[in-house]
C-alpha cells in the first residue's frame, strides 16, 4: 500500500519570533511538492505565529509535546486542546528528551496520544532503543515494550517515528539494513495490533537526518518519512531533505 510520506521538523528548544523567516522559506521552497506532507514543531510560544504564517501552504504546523488532561491546575503545562486553538494540527508526544529528562513513561506517552485524538491532533509518538540496550542485543524488546505501553487502543490514526535514542543529535545513524529492520518490525507489531488498518499507518525514521543520508534513509522499505532535528532549523538542509519525494 502506498502511504503518503511526512517530512517533520522538530525545532525542539530552538527559535524567536523572528525565525519566522526560515519558516517563510520552507514554505517557499516546498509549495510545489504535491507528493510529501510538510510539518514544521516549532516551539510552543511559536506555535500560533507560525500555525498563522503558514495558513494555506503545504507546511503544517505540530506541537512537540502535551499534557493529557484538557484544562486544569498544571502549572506550565499545555493541553492538547490549547496547542488545537493555537493552530497546530500535530503533536510530538513520547520523544526521547521528554522519556529522558521529563521521566515520562509509556503510560504517559499513551495518556498524550490519547489527548491528541480527543482534540483532534496527529499524533506522531516516538520509540527508539539506547546505545546500551542496541549493544545488549535488546534494541527490538525495547521497541516492542514502548509499542505495547506507549500505543493507544482503537485506530492506528497515528504516526510512529522511530527514533534510536543514539542517533539523535549524534551525527551517527543505523544502516539501511537496521532500520529496515526494526521499521519492518514495527510494521508486524502494528499490524498485529490494529489488523489492516495498520498498513496505512505513517511509520518515520529519525535520528541524524540530514540532506548527506536522506535519499538513502528513506528509500528503506517501510520508512515513510523522516522526523528531522537540528537540519530542519535552516531551510536551506531542511529542503533538500523533503525534495527526495518532489
Ligand atoms: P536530530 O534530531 O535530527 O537532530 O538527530 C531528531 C529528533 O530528535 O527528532
Redesign the pocket.
Known amino acids: 500500500m502506498a502511504r503518503r510520506p511526512l517530512v517533520a521538523g522538530?525545532w525542539?528548544m530552538n527559535g524567536l519570533s523572528a525565525s519566522v523567516a526560515e519558516l517563510q522559506k520552507i514554505m517557499a521552497g516546498t509549495q510545489h511538492f504535491a507528493n510529501v506532507d510538510v510539518m514544521v514543531c516549532p516551539p510552543a510560544t511559536l506555535l500560533a505565529g507560525f500555525a498563522a504564517a503558514a495558513r494555506g501552504s503545504r507546511v503544517a504546523i505540530g506541537a512537540q509535546d502535551c499534557h493529557p488532561c484538557p484544562a486544569g491546575a498544571y502549572t506550565g503545562d499545555i493541553a492538547a486542546e490549547m496547542l488545537k486553538d493555537a493552530g497546530a494540527q500535530a503533536v510530538i508526544v513520547g520523544?526521547?528528551?521528554r522519556r529522558h529528562y521529563h521521566g515520562e513513561t509509556d503510560a504517559m506517552v499513551r495518556d498524550k496520544a490519547l489527548a491528541a485524538r480527543r482534540s483532534g491532533l496527529a499524533a506522531i509518538i516516538?520509540v527508539g532503543e539506547t546505545q546500551a540496550e542496541r549493544d545488549a542485543g535488546h534494541a527490538r524488546a525495547v521497541v516492542r515494550a514502548q509499542l505495547e505501553g506507549s500505543l493507544p487502543d482503537g485506530a492506528a490514526d497515528f504516526a510512529l517515528?522511530y527514533?534510536p535514542v543514539w542517533?539523535?543529535?549524534?551525527g551517527v545513524t543505523p544502516t539501511p539494513h537496521d532500520v529496515a529492520d526494526m521499521h519492518g518490525f514495527i510494521r508486524q507489531m502494528l499490524s498485529a495490533r490494529y489488523g489492516d488498518a495498520a498498513q496505512r499507518t505513517r511509520i518515520l525514521y529519525?535520528?541524524?537526518?540530514k540532506p548527506n543520508n536522506a535519499a538513502e534513509l528513506l528509500a528503506v522499505d517501510n520508512v515513510d518519512g523522516a522526523?528531522?532535528?537540528?537540519?530542519?532549523l535552516k531551510a536551506e538542509e531542511f529542503l533538500p531533505i523533503v525534495r527526495i519525494y518532489g
Open positions: 522538530n525542539k520523544h526521547s528528551e516516538c517515528a527514533e542517533a539523535i543529535g549524534s529519525g535520528g541524524s537526518v522526523l528531522v532535528g537540528g537540519a530542519s
